[in-house]
């Protein structure tokens, strides 16, 4: 059954500590994306792949870290710059069209809820 | 930049009710317009979406939108709601080779 993984479903982090948090999808998509949210806020971008090897800043970059080695992995890494880390943060992917990311609706992970300890 | 607008951050309805959620956005060129759900404890799903055509787009489980290019709006609509539709719905915009940019949200209650 295709779609995106995300893992852990829980994560707890005590101050200071960088954690990864894992995407993997199998839907053969170009492009991944990391979001952030929070009560009231919505979804906030914080980087985006449209292909392997490359990604760029979403609007809320700083604190975060990202690769993109395989095609189907995506991993994000909260770093301990990262001042306010407690949130929700959902990963998603879209087809994409030759480094483009178009007009192809993104489809969504279960998400992964990281808590300061 | 583009940046999307919802303006009902909670909605509570009684079942059967009809429904509207407003969704602006700020962007001048041509657009692709989304709205998503998210029930609880469960991921986001796409509802609708519009790329071009005809502007009243229908989408799954008796959910419509209406682009109105002139006011710059894409709302979300149901004839009359069920208590299964209570969650929160996200508007989202892009534009060529753009990520999405979503809305706030609004969260719908809806009570029997």
């Known amino acids: 059954d295709g779609g995106i993984t995300q893992s852990p479903k829980y994560l707890f982090r005590k101050e200071g500590q960088n954690v990864t948090l894992s995407c993997e999808q199998n839907l053969n998509h170009d492009a991944m994306y990391w979001y952030r949210q929070d009560p009231g806020q919505g979804l906030r971008l914080i980087y985006y792949s449209q292909i392997v090897n490359d990604f760029q800043k979403g609007d809320i970059a700083e604190g975060y870290s990202v690769s993109r080695e395989k095609k189907e992995s995506f991993p994000l890494t909260v770093t301990s710059a990262q001042k306010n880390p407690t949130a929700f943060y959902l990963c998603?992917?879209?087809?994409?069209?030759?480094?483009?990311?178009?007009?192809?609706?993104?489809?969504f992970g279960d998400g992964t809820r990281l808590s300061i300890l | 930049a583009q940046s999307v607008s919802q303006h009902n951050h909670h909605v509570i309805l009684s079942e059967a009710a009809s429904l509207e959620l407003g969704c602006n956005y700020s962007?001048?060129?041509?657009?692709?317009l989304f709205w998503y759900v998210q029930y609880p404890g469960q991921h986001l799903q796409l509802l609708l979406k519009?790329?071009?055509?005809?502007?009243l787009v229908k989408g799954i489980k008796g959910f419509e939108a209406e682009f109105i290019k002139s006011k710059f709006s894409f709302n979300l609509r149901k004839p009359s709601v069920q208590w299964s539709d209570t969650a929160e719905y996200f508007c989202a915009v892009n534009s060529g080779n753009t990520p999405l940019v979503f809305g706030k949200g609004t969260r719908l209650s809806v009570i029997a």
């Open positions: 519009y790329f071009s055509g005809d502007p």
């Open positions: 962007y001048g060129g041509t657009v692709n």
């Open positions: 998603a992917s879209s087809i994409g069209n030759r480094g483009r990311l178009g007009n192809q609706p993104q489809h």
